[in-house]
């Protein structure tokens, strides 16, 4: 079975390790051209990818190193109830959560004692921050026998395969049909990135600004990936950068800003045909909770395990858009439960009802094996919302 991969980068190189790995029989063309750069701005991870490198059998003090990782012990937030709320640490807590939330729910423990369950010797208790843009690379030194093309193509230029992986990204050069599939309320369509020299910490910071958020990720040579996600219809580019530096003037800069846009949404068909998509090229909603990464190996880890059924397609698709689908109603409900109303963004989601469905999401009792984000991680929200079930 030949296979075509378009484009490279994390999307592109991850795809072609996996596959390499778990069918050692596929004839396996990476193409991606010499001028375009890959995104390298999603950062922060879930514990999935730690999962991703052990099955590739990358030893963590490897890649870490190389993509001056560091170990992360969960996600700050702040300034998404109110302005000015109590910063709340989601962690990745297992052992003894499900008990300390009964507890929580009836009055019986501050919010703020979940901490004292943490472990960081759990094998989930924690994620990553990594440079995006060099964890390709391992990956690529430990990929062999992929035969490796640097050019630019068009669709009418591919070599001869029997399928074609589209890796292209938000650009989507290859895919056919690119309608997409578009989630009510997701508003989040631009981001401005720069990097900064800061200490290291182990935890990522989301912090709540006028129309989106502000985003720090933390390297362990001291770079720190940052930046403001926004709807640029509410508010300029440019207005976003002074809102930006107006909270930020004190750090010291060491690149300028880039600026990143998309249509939030996912394709209506990730696959079609003899095309396949994956990564950010079958769809992206906003960088909220890290879900990029997260989606790009769950889409790897479906085409694996079903590129040679007779229904791979329609398995694939169901798949992806079914994830896809998941981290929208997550991200939602971010925004859903919020008490602000200080700017038109705020307030459009402050009239929404997202505390019924927040619970009806925790109440489900689903797992890592039916959702992406299973119920306990809804349970951080109303914890963070300072929300009881009546």
Known sequence: MKINIIGGGTSGWWTAGYLRKNHPDL?????????????????????????????????????????????????????????????????????????????????????????????????????????????????????????????????????????????????????????????????INTCIVRRIEEDTKCHSETVGRDYGWEFNVYLSDRRVGCGYVFDENMISIEDAKKEYMQCNKHRKFISDFRVLKWIPGRLKESWQGDTVAVGLSSGFIEPMEANGLSLLIHQIKTLSRVIKKPNRENIYNRAVNKVHDQVADFIWHHYACTSRNDTPFWKHYAELDGETTLWERINNNTNLHQNLYPSYVYAYLAIYYDLKEN
């Open 27 to 187: 004839e396996i063309t990476l193409i991606e051209s010499p001028n375009i750069p890959t995104v390298g701005v999603g950062e922060s991870t879930m514990p999935n990818v730690r999962a991703f490198f052990e099955e590739l059998e990358i030893p963590e003090d490897e890649w870490i190193k190389s993509c001056s990782g560091v170990r992360k012990e969960g996600n700050v937030k702040t300034n998404f109830n109110y302005v000015g709320d109590d910063p709340y640490n989601f962690m990745f807590i297992h052992s003894g959560f499900d008990e300390w939330f009964e507890k929580y729910k009836r009055g019986e423990v501050d919010k703020f004692s979940v901490y004292d369950l943490y472990d960081p010797e759990d094998w989930r208790g924690f994620a990553y921050h990594l440079d995006a843009a060099q964890a390709w690379q391992i990956v690529k030194e430990y990929t062999k026998d992929v035969k490796h093309i640097l050019a630019q193509v068009t669709r009418d230029e591919l070599p001869e395969a029997d399928l074609h992986i589209d890796c292209t990204g938000l650009g989507r050069y290859i895919i056919p049909d690119k309608t997409m599939h578009q989630y009510p309320d997701s508003f």
